[in-house]
């Protein structure tokens, strides 16, 4: 409730959930002027709040009571706002010392991103980048951290924004602006230099405070700080196969004349939506049948490994691999590590003493070897079940032995550990990693974190077929994460093979279906800053209706309706 100070002052009060303490501050403060007023310490914030579970930047000021949690690096929402104000110095960077450049921020890899940085001389001709090019540009984003300068927030018309880019020559913010429908934009400016990006940023230059920067590839590579141990970059890990799976569909994107989100919705308002469709499910097809070519052609392979993260759509990737390699005089052999679980008593505990089923030693890794070997020997074996009533592996009366054309086909999060299969020589294993990496772009400067993609997809998925609300998808996702991380990406450049889940439209797609699970999560809880924040991303993109999906698309494993089994 407002209140009057004595000299005439307007208060307001807010609750700060960091220490649970109610402050009364001027109408009109920012968030930064209320975190000097809190008596809160952080070594690496605030960077921004949740403001009645919505985000914000350091910039809001607060005009009526307000509950607020200030936000450091070791929240995800924050190290976005970190990593955005990054993009932002490098972009400036780049023009101050090319003014002609071109910067794409391109591709998450090895704990960074590549920046695709396009350098033209005064005639306009393309240069290669240099790794003096790259010194040059990292000794100018720092002196325009150490000058501390001041992000300035600033809204408009759309239709001024768009003139404003125009004269910029930044085409990729101009097309997305002019498909949002919007009568007012959000800009940002660093001493004159203007960007939109479409979430909160630092309020001056001068917090960020560290960075890496180095030659990558024919580009650039930026790092950035540790969200486990923000005092350090996060650990550089050579990913050359992912890299490169990302180059692919970026290829595919030049087939279809779409890198950005402004040329999706100008595709699908022109009515090329079905044909879209059609190009990116052949594509998609042409590069699973290509993979199964290569096992067939592969003397000795015995068996097909197949691991991914969560909702990267293993399950359907599995099945249609088995068709082409079926197409090819193979047939292959499903068998399921979830019935090589322990009996529980035996499964290892987490650091809170409860069962932890995605630990690699939840498995019984000696029966699994055993088997394998004795299958390969051309012996019978029985193979186990895992009864998840009682919690007990047992044997299940189902006998296999294998031919001549047979191979078994392996999926599961632990697919690519080298532990899991080690008494198998490598020349019986191809194995093969799925995910939905996420190469469509907001704008040049607004990449889509491939995660989002993945949460949309198991939010649906799990309303659909498991009864779980979105709100409980968000909430246990960080768990989930963490599991990826300790136990399926350390292992992904292990891969003879990478497919790409992702679908160039399939986030129009989505929205249709994810948009109303996420309206239904409640203003007064924690998730609902995640799902106010996904839907905003997704209020940029045009939908997609999900009738024009095949049957055998990889998404109908999640929005419904597939011809395959599950």
């Known amino acids: 409730m407002e209140q009057q100070h004595q000299n005439g002052e307007a208060f307001v009060q807010i609750r700060c959930k960091n220490n649970k303490k109610t402050l009364n501050i001027s109408i009109g403060s920012t968030l930064s002027e209320i975190f000097s007023l809190s008596g809160l310490e952080m070594d690496y914030g605030p960077i921004s709040a949740r403001v009645n579970n ?215 308002s022109k009515g090329h939506a079905n044909q879209l469709i059609q190009l990116s499910e052949a594509l998609q097809e042409k590069k699973i049948a290509q993979i199964a070519d290569e096992i067939a052609r592969r003397s000795g392979v015995k068996m097909v490994l197949i691991a991914g993260p969560s909702s990267s759509g293993k399950t359907t990737t599995c099945k249609r691999v088995s068709v082409q390699l079926a197409i090819n005089g193979l047939k292959p052999i499903g068998i399921s590590l979830d019935d090589y679980f322990l009996d529980r008593e035996d499964t290892p505990r987490d650091e809170s003493g409860d069962y932890d089923f995605e630990h690699l030693h939840a498995l019984n890794i000696p029966l699994l070897n055993e088997q394998l070997n004795a299958l390969f020997r051309g012996e019978e074996v029985e193979l186990p079940r895992y009864n998840f009533q009682t919690g007990k592996s047992e044997m299940s009366g189902k006998k296999l032995q294998l031919k001549g054309n047979e191979v078994l086909v392996v999926e599961g999060i632990h697919a690519l550990n080298p532990e899991l299969t080690a008494s198998i020589p490598d020349s019986q294993k191809y194995r093969i990693y799925a995910s939905a990496l996420t190469t469509i772009l907001l704008d040049n400067h607004n990449y889509i974190p491939t995660t989002d993609n993945r949460l949309l997809r198991r939010i649906i998925r799990d309303h659909k077929y498991r009864g779980v609300s979105a709100q409980e998808t968000i909430r246990r996702w960080p768990s989930v994460r963490k599991g990826e991380n300790r136990w399926i990406f350390p292992y992904q450049e292990n891969a003879d093979a990478m497919f790409n889940s992702a679908m160039l439209f399939e986030l129009a797609v989505i929205k249709q279906q994810a948009v109303p699970l996420l309206e239904l999560v409640p203003e007064n809880c924690a998730e609902y800053a995640e799902a106010y924040r996904l839907r ?31």
């Not at 991103?113 to 350098?119: A, E, H, K």
């Not at 951290?145 to 020559?169: G, Q, Y």
């Not at 180095?214 to 950035?224: N, W």
């Not at 905003?536 to 089994?565: C, N, V």
Request: a negative charge.
């Open 536 to 566: 905003k991303f997704l209020s940029y993109i045009r939908p997609i209706a999900d009738d024009q999906i095949p049957p055998t698309s990889l998404l109908r494993e999640f929005l419904g309706g597939s011809s395959f089994e599950y």
């Open 54 to 268: 919505r985000v914000e930047g350091m910039h809001y000021r607060v005009y009526k009571p307000k509950d607020i949690e200030f936000l450091d690096l070791h929240d995800a929402s924050a190290m976005r706002a970190y990593t955005r104000s990054l993009f932002f110095v490098l972009s400036k960077a780049a023009r101050d010392l090319w003014p002609r450049c071109t910067i794409i921020i391109d591709i998450p890899v090895s704990n960074g991103y590549y920046i695709d940085l396009t350098i033209k001389d005064n005639e306009g001709k393309r240069r290669d980048v240099t790794p003096d090019d790259v010194s040059d540009l990292r000794q100018r984003m720092q002196q325009i951290i150490d000058a501390d300068l001041p992000i300035h927030r600033h809204e408009t018309t759309t239709e001024e924004a768009i003139r404003m880019f125009t004269a910029s020559h930044s085409y990729s913010k101009v097309k997305l602006l002019q498909s949002t429908g919007r009568l007012y934009t959000t800009y940002y400016d660093i001493d004159g230099y203007r960007d939109y990006y479409y979430g909160t940023m630092l309020t001056t230059t001068g917090q960020i405070y560290l960075f890496g920067l180095e030659y990558y590839f024919d580009g650039v590579l930026l790092r950035i700080p540790s969200q486990q141990d923000p005092s350090r970059l996060g650990p550089f890990v050579r990913q050359n196969k992912m890299f490169e799976i990302f180059k692919e569909h970026h290829r595919w994107q030049d087939i279809l004349g779409l890198r950005t989100v402004g040329d999706l919705n100008e595709a699908i």
